[in-house]
T-cell receptor
Framework: GAVVSQHPSWVICKSGTSVKIECRSL??????MFWYRQFPKQSLMLMAT?????????EQGVEKDKFLINHASLTLSTLTVTSAHPEDSSFYIC????????????FGPGTRLTVL | KNEVEQSPQNLTAQEGEFITINCSYS?????LHWLQQHPGGGIVSLFM???GKKKHGRLIATINIQEKHSSLHITASHPRDSAVYIC?????????????FGTGTRLKVLA
C-alpha cells in the first residue's frame, strides 16, 4: 500500500525556537496533504489542508503565522512550528491524499514535539 | 453531540475473544475509514469502506449506509491488537476531502 513518512519522529526543543516537520509520500504523488494535531487521549484535530503549489487552508482557530506550511512538491509538505512554546507540545500527524477511484488518505507515523 | 460517535470508549478483553467496536455517524458520507493507532502514536489505515463488508486477516469491517453505522470486528483477539481504534468519515459534502474523526476506542487485550 501507499506509504507516508514523517521526519523527525520525535523532537525536543527549547522555547522560542522553530521546528520543521517533513511529510513525504514515498510511492505516490499527493496534490493534497493534511496536517493534524493530537493531544493525549484525544482524537485528531485537523489543522490545515496543504495543496501543492498554493497556499495552505487553515482551520478556524489555527494561527497560520505560527504554523507555517509549505507544499513545494507533489511528494513533500512541511510544517514549521515557529517560536515554539510548551503549549505547542503535541503529536503532529500528516496524511496524504491519493486521488483516484478509491480516493483515500494515507497517514504518516506522526511526530512527537516536546517544547521545554 | 459529536458527528461521529464510537462505542465503547474503552474495552478490555481476554486473548481469543471476539471483539466488536461500533461507529455511528450523523452525516451523509462518501467513505469511512477504520484506523489503528498503537501506543507509540503511529496510525495505520485498516479499512476504507463505502458499502458492504471487508475482511483482512482477523479483521472484518462492515458498514450500513442507511443506518449510518459501521462495525469493526476482531476475531481471535491477541495482545498485539491492543491499540486505539479510530473511525473516520468523509462527509459526502466535503469538497476538500476532510475527515471527521471519532474519539477512538481504546482496546486492551490481556494474555
Amino acid at each position: 500500500g501507499a506509504v507516508v513518512s514523517q521526519h523527525p519522529s520525535w523532537v525536543i526543543c527549547k522555547s522560542g525556537t522553530s521546528v520543521k516537520i517533513e511529510c513525504r509520500s514515498l510511492d505516490f504523488q499527493a496534490t493534497t496533504m493534511f496536517w493534524y494535531r493530537q493531544f493525549p487521549k484525544q482524537s485528531l484535530m485537523l489543522m490545515a489542508t496543504s495543496n501543492e503549489g498554493s497556499k495552505a487552508t487553515y482551520e478556524q482557530g489555527v494561527e497560520k503565522d505560527k504554523f507555517l506550511i509549505n507544499h513545494a512538491s507533489l511528494t513533500l509538505s512541511t510544517l514549521t512550528v515557529t517560536s515554539a512554546h510548551p503549549e505547542d507540545s503535541s503529536f503532529y500527524i500528516c496524511s496524504a491524499r491519493l486521488a483516484g477511484v478509491t480516493d483515500t488518505q494515507y497517514f504518516g507515523p506522526g511526530t512527537r514535539l516536546t517544547v521545554l | 453531540k459529536n458527528e461521529v460517535e464510537q462505542s465503547p470508549q474503552n474495552l478490555t478483553a481476554q486473548e481469543g475473544e471476539f471483539i466488536t467496536i461500533n461507529c455511528s455517524y450523523s452525516v451523509g458520507i462518501s467513505a469511512l475509514h477504520w484506523l489503528q493507532q498503537h501506543p507509540g502514536g503511529g496510525i495505520v489505515s485498516l479499512f476504507m469502506l463505502s458499502s458492504g463488508k471487508k475482511k483482512h486477516g482477523r479483521l472484518i469491517a462492515t458498514i450500513n449506509i442507511q443506518e449510518k453505522h459501521s462495525s469493526l470486528h476482531i476475531t481471535a483477539s491477541h495482545p498485539r491488537d491492543s491499540a486505539v481504534y479510530i473511525c473516520a468519515v468523509r462527509p459526502s459534502t466535503s469538497g476538500t476531502y476532510k475527515y471527521i474523526f471519532g474519539t477512538g476506542t481504546r482496546l486492551k487485550v490481556l494474555a
